[in-house]
Structures are given as structure tokens and as C-alpha cells.
């Protein structure tokens, strides 16, 4: 599983480094409204499921993904580095990087769906699945989305 997650890492930091990479472009001012914790949780749970479940499609959509999500961040930092003092930015960031801990090993899940499904079809299935081990993966990424959701709603958006 290591390797899935490092694999992840440096798609996550592609992501950031193209998305950081493009120059802004001039926009308005969007009123996002008001967000609760749920409303955090939520978005951020379909990004891992999306990532989980794209192990189902030889792991492109988990890539993809994840290195999209990486980009918005990239993007992100790139307008408003602009603006902002980076010690700022660092303060403000810090919650979300819990978060991005998730998106990493919901890719590495979805990567790990990909090999078991790989070895089903090329070794006529006799490779065993580690449940226990996804399981626990698994369940470590939906708790930290839960847990940047609250961090990100009591700390960044205060």
C-alpha cells in the first residue's frame, strides 16, 4: 500500500505544480453563501468516493482526480499568493491538509481495487484480497474527512 500512496503524493503534487503553473485569471468576487459541517463533509466524501470507486475504472478516474484536486489547489494558491502573504496562507491552508491526506489514500484505495481487479482477470483469481487491511484504510480516510470537515468549518471559515 505504500506505493499506491506515494504514487498518490506525486499525483497530488502534479496536480499542484500545473495548477500553480497557470496564471490567473481576473474574476469576481463569488458569495459561496454559508456552509455547515456537513455540507464540507459531504463534498469531500464524494471526492473519495470517486477516487475509491474509480478504482473500477483501471484507476484513470482515481488519477485523475486526484491530480485534479491537486490542481484546483495549485490554482488556488496561485491567485491568492497574489494577494496574501504566504504566512497567511500557510494558517488558513492548515486545516485543509488534513484533508488532502484523505483525497491521497482514497486514491491509493482505488489504485488497490485496480491491481486486485488486474490480478482477478490475468491470474484467474488467485490473488487474495487484504479486507482487512482496506478496511482499515478505509475507514482511517472517511474519519479524517470528517475530521478536516469540522477543522475546516470551526477554523478556516471563522
Not at 59 to 87: E, H, K, P, Q, R
Not at 124 to 132: D, L, T, V, W
Amino acid at each position: 500500500m505504500r506505493k499506491l500512496i506515494l504514487f498518490a503524493i506525486v499525483m497530488y503534487i502534479i496536480g499542484i505544480v500545473i495548477g500553480f503553473q497557470i496564471d490567473p485569471v481576473l474574476a469576481e468576487p463569488v458569495n459561496t453563501g454559508s456552509f455547515t459541517v456537513w455540507d464540507i463533509a459531504k463534498n469531500n466524501l464524494s471526492v473519495v468516493t470517486i477516487n475509491i470507486a474509480g478504482g473500477m475504472s483501471v484507476g484513470v478516474i482515481s488519477v485523475v482526480n486526484t491530480i485534479y484536486n491537486g490542481f484546483v489547489l495549485g490554482y488556488s494558491l496561485s491567485v491568492v499568493s497574489d494577494y496574501i502573504a504566504w504566512d497567511l496562507i500557510f494558517r488558513h491552508f492548515l486545516p485543509h491538509s488534513i484533508e488532502i491526506i484523505g483525497i491521497i489514500l482514497s486514491c491509493a484505495l482505488g489504485l488497490k481495487i485496480t491491481i486486485y481487479v488486474f490480478n482477478i482477470i490475468f491470474t484467474k483469481g488467485s490473488i487474495e484480497f487484504k479486507q482487512m487491511e482496506f478496511t482499515i484504510y478505509l475507514i482511517t480516510t472517511i474519519l479524517i474527512i470528517f475530521l478536516a470537515a469540522i477543522l475546516e468549518f470551526y477554523i478556516s471559515m471563522s
